[in-house]
């Protein structure tokens, strides 16, 4: 009964900044990893950012490295993902996803994630 659900997205100017949001319930979120995903027209999809549950462990991919900042809120369930600075490369569907995890390290490749959220859109244009 993983459920994940992303929210936040919207149309934003170059330059702009958005806040995702993903709740997360049905498992216990401190042995988790928690990534943002995202997916352009006619891109493969990427690992954005991700997070350990329990010590808040990170990582990012080199592209949004200073814009983009990943946190958790252990009492709400719930990860952000604060994008800065946008450009409309960054225009995509992000989707949440999680798995369970028992490291230190958590992972930006999407086959190491079992359970995925919907998708939002993200649109960066003038």
């Known amino acids: 009964q993983v459920q994940l659900v992303e929210s936040g997205g919207g149309l934003v100017q170059p330059g702009g900044s958005l806040r995702l949001s993903c709740v997360a319930s049905?498992?216990?979120?401190?042995?988790?990893?928690i990534g943002w995903f995202r997916q352009a027209p006619g891109k493969e999809r990427e690992g954005v950012s991700c997070?350990?549950?329990?010590?808040?462990?990170?990582k990012y991919t080199d592209s949004v490295k200073g814009r983009f900042t990943i946190s958790r809120d252990k009492a709400k369930n719930t990860v952000y993902l604060q994008m800065n600075n946008l450009t409309p490369e960054d225009t995509a569907v992000y989707y949440c996803a999680t798995d369970h995890t028992s490291g230190t390290d958590c992972d930006l490749e999407d086959i190491e994630y079992d359970y995925w959220g919907q998708g939002i859109q993200v649109t960066v244009s003038s």
């Open positions: 049905g498992f216990t979120f401190s042995y988790y990893m």
């Open positions: 997070i350990i549950g329990s010590i808040g462990n990170t």
